[in-house]
């Protein structure tokens, strides 16, 4: 299992992409529910060449833990990728998902999904391995363009950038929410306590939402859209 398919010269599958539904039983096995298998095995590569790997055997690890109460131990892939020198860019979890980490990332993509937890738990690297899996799995509905990761300042937006084009999906656009501003739009300005708590209060939610829905007007002519992907326009009559 591995970020994309790899084949042997005799045309045989050695590599399945991990977004494939059959990748399930290796990502969520554990002790307690080892799905079938017998055996993990991580490799970890350098180009062609296999530096090192980590084994987690299930029955050894059920017999280790069976005093313990649904205790779900990380692998040894996860511990040391932990253990290794952090860089200024967020890196794939391919190698290191954990289980409950999969079972995010493959629910039904017809849904409101929000991933809570502490600083440091990969809530954003679930998110963007979640994006990847449904832009696999349903190339047909959905398409790169079709998405937009917002970030809260371009600091975040930078270090996730990579992690998306990595697994494969480089048309995802990516912003922060400066950038996502009209042109020429500047925060500058600093608000005292009581006017940002009135500002970030459920009763200004309210008032937007009413100011919002007291500017919509019938347009008076035609309103003119262009086609996507085209110079292509289709007009659409006022009254309609």
Same mark, same amino acid.
């Given at each position: 299992m591995g970020r994309q398919r790899i084949y042997d010269?005799?045309?045989?599958l #050695?590599?399945?992409?991990?977004?494939?539904?059959?990748? &399930? %039983?290796?990502?969520?096995? /554990?002790? !307690?529910? $080892?799905? !079938?298998?017998?055996?993990?095995?991580? *490799? /970890? %590569?350098?180009?062609?060449?296999? #530096?090192?790997?980590?084994? &987690?055997? *299930?029955? +050894? #690890?059920?017999a %280790?833990?069976? +005093?313990? +109460?649904?205790w779900e131990s990380p692998d040894d892939a996860l511990l040391d990728a932990l253990s290794t020198k952090r860089s200024g860019q967020m890196t794939d979890i391919v190698r290191t998902i954990q289980a409950a980490q999969d079972k995010i990332v493959?629910? !039904?993509?017809d849904r409101l999904l929000i991933v809570q937890g502490g600083p440091g738990t990969g809530k954003t690297a679930v998110a963007l391995h979640r994006v990847s899996w449904i832009l696999f799995n349903y190339q047909d509905e959905i398409r790169p363009q079709d998405? #937009?990761?917002? !970030? $809260?300042? $371009? &600091?975040? &937006?930078r270090y996730i950038r990579r992690v998306l084009p990595d697994l494969g999906d480089n048309d995802v656009v990516q912003q922060s929410l400066p950038e996502m501003l009209a042109h020429g739009v500047k925060v500058a300005a600093t608000e005292p306590d009581d006017v940002a708590a009135v500002k970030g209060s459920a009763m200004m939610a309210d008032l937007v939402a009413a100011g919002l829905n007291d500017r919509i007007r019938e347009p008076k002519t035609p309103v003119r859209v262009q086609m996507r992907g085209s110079g292509r326009y289709i007009e659409i009559p006022a009254a309609r």
């Open positions: 010269a005799d045309k045989q #050695l590599v399945i992409n991990w977004q494939a539904p059959a990748a &399930t %039983a290796y990502n969520q096995a /554990t002790a !307690g529910n $080892p799905n !079938g298998l017998l055996r993990k095995r991580a *490799f /970890t %590569a350098e180009n062609n060449r296999i #530096l090192d790997f980590q084994d &987690t055997v *299930f029955k +050894e #690890l059920a %280790a833990v069976a +005093e313990l +109460e649904q493959r629910m !039904g993509k998405v #937009l990761v917002v !970030g $809260p300042n $371009p &600091t975040f &937006t």
